[in-house]
Each structure stands twice: as structure tokens, then as C-alpha cells.
């Protein structure tokens, strides 16, 4: 679809759905009659509404039956992983060969363009609505949030893109929009988070919607990245990120579950503590709960996720999905960077490396190579062939590592916070703390560390974007992005920094060339 074309249609975009309960916060609930005009006239309509603009969050996860989705072109594309699917464009995203038409660029820039339609088509509706200013101010504060996250994932990969901030109609000007410059999609962006800051959103949500807890995390983590390349804001930056990730620490227990000194009833009265089990990771009972501050949501037959089939070695037979595609395989590698003795590594915490056939679960199948548990949805995979599960935005650990490493860059060294911060990850992970560290070193360990506890939630990309910085598996380090060769021969380029925009929207619209660099 084309972005004119897109922008327009976004009033019919919104997916009507309730706001009584997480589940049916999922459900679609369409409207033959439903128009602009017609539909902010009550603030139970509004939310409906805004509720709809968080539906295209998914096409993050966009699938095909070959198994391809953006999600995973994002972590093919670092090197770190491989695939066993027979999809040819994974394989040229690992080989860095991809064209403007390939159907990952397609899919983020079409949905979360969107997305923005529906958020701008929100916007203008409430601040007409006759309602309570506080009412209004809460609902423009979760649209402006949503719009503020569709335009960072849009702008960090397309770098320069349209910024549209009110409805397109056919008569408007930015019916075929020209690129603006990264910087001022980031200020809109940072606007946009400083009103939904101050709207009166709840801290926390366990139903999956925007909450002051994730706003913050977002803000950290989008100043974090301005401080970095390619904008290179520097400390300023820096101090913005981790004062502001402090905040949502403040409220949050990041102390080790086995931690002596570790007290469950703090951890309960937190907005976000760390979990005690990995498996809390991926499982039904703790959808945005404990330490996951903001998912895109899923329900079991009305929106199901095919990221647990998808990560499954090919034809193992381990589930009983009809399916099982190895579109994301950790290599060996990278595996093998943890250190030893990493819980994080021991069978089925964040990987498996055989299961049980899916008939007779004393029959052990030998994978041959690592597999993402992280992502084991095992209701799904052993009972129902269905998943619901939901894809981690932000999660604790990735605010402490934010804190840590924006202090550490904007002072010059690491406070007894920053390590506490790392060690707290470390000690879940039963590995033994770091300490004594300078400057660099101590960015060195932080990172591996990042990488390691993060791995596949579509973090690395992003890192090396902005730190110009990827992980040497071999040699165990984080050097020049394009200094080596990867596992699979591939040397990172400048021009794989940032995805083209997709051809359809070029060919439609000139105005958005020319391409990115090298595309």
C-alpha cells in the first residue's frame, strides 16, 4: 500500500475494541457506520479508538508462510544467528544481499505508518471531543506515546522519512510527503513523550496498554540513542538518558530474585521487579507482569503469534505446531560467548538444544544446534498448536543497562549504582560480580552483558547503529561495526546501517528519493 494511499485509509485502520479487560482489549469489535465525524462523540468511543491505534504494533511481527517477519530480519541481519527455513530472503538478509523490495522493509513502513494514521486520526478526534480536560489529556497522552514509538522504530531504520503529525486528506499537501531530517523526527518524537508524561496515564498496566512506566522507558532509551550516532548529541544526552531511567528505577526493585538480601514483598509493591524464573519469560500468567514493562499484545484465537513456530528447528517434530520453521537459530558462536557456568545457557532457560518428540517425549531429538526457549510458548506448542504469545518492547534489565551505560558515558566512570545495576543481572545469571573496572572496560562487560540478556529481542541492531560498535563473538569483544567478518562471512557496511525505503513507496512517491545511502 502506498504511504498517500495509507494515510488516508487509517480511519479505517482502527480496530475497534473494549476496554473492560486484557482479553477483550484484543478483540475486534468493527463498525459498518464508523466515520471521523461520527465517532469521537463519547469518551468510551475514544478509548475504543485509541485502543485500535495499537493494533499495527504487530506488523513488527509481520509473517509469511516462508517464514520471514521483521523481527527477524532485525537479528539476521547482526550476525549473530542463522536460518533453516527455505525462505530466500532470510537467507539474503544474513548474506546482506537484500533489495528496496524486500517484504520486511515493506511491512514495517506500511504498518507503522499505519499506526501514525490512526494516532493522528485519534488526536484530532479527542482534542475536538467534548469531554473533561483531564479525560482528553489522558487519551492524547496514550496516542501521542503510541505515535512517538511507531516514529522511533520508523526513523532509526529509515533514518530521514515523512514526518506527519495531523490526518491526510486527499486535498492535503502531505499527500505525498517529502523526507524530514532524522533530527526533527526525534524532536517530535521527544515532544510527543513529554505531554504523555504529564496526562495523567496510570504508572503501570497489566493489561498491555501505555503507562507513565513505559513512557519513561521510552524517553530513556530514545535519549540514550540521540546521544549516540548518527545524531551524536553526547553527554548532555547521556545525563538526559540516565536521569530519566532513574526514574523508572526508583519505583522499580532490581535486586536478584537469589539474592540474599533479596525481599518479595518490595519485589511485589514495585512497579517492575525482576523475575524469579526465566520461564516467566514466555508464559501466559505473567503477560506484562514483574519485569515486562510494555508488549505487543496477542489473545489465542483472535490475534495468535507465530514467533514460537517460527524459532522451533525445521521439521524436528519436538511440537505439535503444523509448522516448524527455524527462521531464527542462535549460532554456535554466539552461544558459546556466554561464560561458563551461565544459567542463562543451561537447557531450556534461554535456548534448548533437543526436546522430546512430539508424540513420545522420551524419545530426545538432537537439534544439532541451539534453539531460542526464549521464546517456548509450550501450552501452544505441546496442547493447542496455538500461540498467544506476547513480543517483549522494554523489559527491566534494559532500563539498568540503560542507567548504567549513560552514566558511565556522561561521567567518565561507573557509579555503585551502574555496577549494582549489572551485578544484579550477573547474580540471577549465577555469575560472580564485576568490579574495579575503568571506563572502557567497564562499557565492554556492560554490553556483552546487554547482548547476552537481551539476545533476540531485537536490541543488537539498534546498538550498533548507535554505538557504531557490533559483537566479536570470537574474540569476545565489541569492535568497529565493520572491522570483521561475521560467522557467516559477512562484514557489516554503512549501507546496512540503515533499510531502504521500500520500492513501492519510491516508485509511488519521488519525492522520498533519493534512497538511502548504498540502496
Not at 69 to 96: E, F, K, M
Not at 243 to 266: H, I, M, R, T
Not at 447 to 456: D, N, Q, S, T, Y
Request: proline fraction near 4%.
Amino acid at each position: 500500500m502506498k504511504l498517500n494511499n495509507m494515510i488516508i485509509a487509517g480511519i479505517c485502520c482502527l480496530s475497534l475494541v473494549a476496554n473492560s479487560s486484557c482479553s477483550d482489549f484484543l478483540e475486534e469489535n468493527p463498525k459498518t457506520d464508523f466515520s471521523e465525524k461520527n465517532y469521537f462523540t463519547s469518551v468510551n468511543q475514544a478509548q475504543r479508538a485509541v485502543d485500535g491505534s495499537y493494533e499495527r504494533l504487530r506488523a513488527l511481527q509481520n509473517y509469511d508462510g516462508y517464514g520471514e517477519g521483521p523481527w527477524v530480519t532485525l537479528d539476521l541481519l547482526c550476525g549473530h544467528a542463522t536460518t533453516l527455513g527455505q525462505s530466500t530472503y532470510n537467507n539474503l538478509y544474513i548474506r546482506h544481499q537484500a533489495a528496496t523490495n524486500n517484504p520486511s522493509f515493506k511491512a514495517v513502513w506500511e504498518g507503522f505508518y499505519e499506526g501514525i494514521a490512526s494516532c493522528n486520526l485519534c488526536i484530532e478526534g479527542i482534542s475536538e471531543m467534548d469531554a473533561s480536560e483531564d479525560v482528553k489529556k489522558e487519551l492524547l497522552g496514550e496516542s501521542r506515546a503510541l505515535r512517538a514509538l511507531y516514529y522511533f522504530y520508523l526513523t532509526r531504520l529509515y533514518g530521514d522519512i515523512p514526518l506527519i503529525l495531523e490526518p491526510v486528506t486527499a486535498t492535503s499537501e502531505s499527500l505525498y510527503p517529502e523526507r524530514s531530517a532524522q533530527a526533527s523526527v526525534f524532536t517530535a518524537i521527544v515532544e510527543d513523550l513529554k505531554y504523555a508524561e504529564t496526562s495523567g496515564l496510570p504508572e503501570t498496566s497489566t493489561s498491555g496498554r501505555v503507562s507513565i512506566g513505559f513512557v519513561k522507558t521510552l524517553l530513556a532509551d530514545v535519549y540514550l540513542y540521540m546521544a549516540g550516532a548518527p545524531l551524536n548529541k553526547g553527554k548532555e544526552y547521556y545525563e538526559l538518558s540516565y536521569k530519566k531511567a532513574k526514574e523508572v528505577l526508583d519505583k522499580s526493585y532490581c535486586v536478584a530474585p537469589n539474592s540474599p538480601s533479596y525481599s518479595a514483598g518490595q519485589a511485589n509493591s514495585a512497579w517492575y521487579s525482576l523475575f524469579d524464573d526465566y520461564e516467566k519469560l514466555h508464559d501466559d500468567e505473567n503477560k506484562n507482569r514483574g519485569e515486562l514493562i510494555f508488549q505487543i499484545q496477542y489473545k489465542e484465537g483472535i490475534n495468535d503469534n507465530q514467533i514460537a513456530f517460527m524459532t522451533i528447528p525445521t521439521n524436528k517434530r519436538v511440537t505439535k505446531y503444523n509448522d516448524e520453521f527455524g527462521s531464527l537459530m542462535p549460532t554456535w558462536e554466539f552461544y558459546n560467548s556466554y561464560e561458563a557456568g551461565d544459567k542463562r545457557t543451561r537447557e531450556k532457560e534461554f535456548f534448548f538444544t533437543r526436546d522430546g518428540h512430539k508424540d513420545d517425549k522420551s524419545n530426545i531429538i538432537e537439534f544439532g544446534q541451539p534453539a531460542l526457549y526464549k521464546y517456548y510458548d509450550k501450552e501452544g506448542a505441546e496442547e493447542t498448536t496455538r500461540s498467544d504469545l506476547n513480543f517483549t518492547i522494554y523489559r527491566l534489565p534494559e532500563v539498568m543497562f540503560i542507567y548504567a551505560e549513560a552514566y558511565t558515558e556522561a561521567v567518565g566512570a561507573p557509579d555503585q549504582m551502574s555496577y549494582d545495576l549489572v551485578n544484579a543481572i550477573r547474580e540471577r545469571a549465577e555469575l560472580a560480580p564485576i568490579s574495579g573496572l575503568g571506563k572502557d572496560d567497564f562499557i565492554q562487560a556492560l554490553r556483552k552483558e546487554r547482548a547476552h540478556e537481551l539476545c533476540f529481542e531485537n536490541k543488537d541492531y539498534f546498538d550498533i547503529q548507535r554505538t557504531r560498535l557490533a559483537y566479536n563473538v570470537v574474540a569476545n569483544r565489541f569492535e568497529a561495526y565493520n572491522s570483521f567478518a561475521n560467522k557467516n562471512g559477512v562484514t557489516f557496511s554503512e549501507k546496512y546501517l540503515l533499510w531502504p525505503i521500500p520500492s513501492t513507496e519510491t516508485d509511488s512517491n519521488p519525492k522520498l528519493l533519493p534512497n538511502n545511502p548504498g540502496w
